[in-house]
């Protein structure tokens, strides 16, 4: 898997001979760039298996390097240095380190889904992506992205209830991310808040109220929450048994 891109390899890594002569021939500047080495102690072996091992890294390995993937992205068409590419380049490779300088950019991924249209190995970066983001959570890495306490706080409601109420989704979200009160503070809450009051029926908006304190489950959803809550606890221990934190902790 080589790669032979200049805008692929760190900046600080490239050097120039501002003056050299060979052979009486002036090749100061860019002809005389080279990749100054480095001994790899950064080295998981163990990498490719781990992304892999999260929903949606199943499919690395099939991965060639045509770059497909960056080409497309529409994140990178904004950040050059957002490029899925190389970052499934340096996991293949079990350069954990280096994957890890570029740890605050890997979340942003959109989820347009541009890179798996255009993947011809059927990759599915956009998955890699997010299987990435959440093996940088669960290792410690980064701390939970706003995507994560989102999901995480729907995925709760569902599973205690039955049932989702979008105010109690909201609520949940700015309490997780570190203020509680913004959700009421929102423009666009407002608004809708103001909407209702005008055109929505006394009856629903007491309904609404109604579930918003009660939070209503839905009926014998004992047995169904069990059973979901099980197969949860199953997947977060088998995701921890294959990033090696059995008993270690981690998000």
């Not at 994957?99 to 989820?111: G, P």
């Not at 997010?130 to 729907?154: C, R």
């Not at 666009?188 to 109604?210: A, Q």
Request: proline fraction near 5%.
């Amino acid at each position: 898997m080589p790669i032979h891109e200049k805008t692929l390899i760190r900046p600080e890594n490239l050097r120039e001979q501002e003056n050299l002569e060979i052979d009486g021939v002036d090749v100061s500047g860019h002809w005389s760039t080279f990749i100054e080495g480095r001994s790899v102690s950064d080295y998981n072996e163990n990498l490719q298996e781990e992304i892999a091992a999260l929903p949606g890294g199943e499919n690395i390995h099939r991965c060639w390097q045509c770059g497909s993937c960056t080409n497309a992205c529409t994140v990178n068409a904004v950040n050059p240095d957002f490029n899925p590419r190389y970052w499934i380049y340096l996991i293949r490779l079990g350069m954990e380190e280096e994957l890890l300088r570029d740890k605050d950019i890997i979340w942003q991924c959109v989820s347009c889904n541009k890179c798996t249209d255009a993947c011809p190995r059927d990759v599915v970066p956009e998955g890699v992506m997010k299987a990435t983001a959440h093996w940088l959570e669960l290792k410690g890495h980064t701390e939970k992205s706003p995507s994560t306490h989102f999901d995480e706080g729907f995925s709760e409601q569902v599973i205690q209830t039955g049932k989702i109420e979008d105010s109690l989704v909201m609520r949940d979200f700015y309490k997780r991310t570190g203020d509680p009160m913004a959700v009421f503070r929102q423009p666009f809450l407002i608004e809708m808040v103001k909407g209702m009051i005008k055109r929505m029926p006394l009856f629903y908006m007491m309904k609404m109220g109604f579930a918003l304190v009660f939070r209503p489950k839905t009926k014998s959803w004992g047995r169904a929450r069990a059973g979901i809550e099980e197969y949860v606890k199953e997947v977060e221990a088998e995701h921890k048994r294959a990033l090696g934190l059995d008993g270690k902790g981690g998000h």
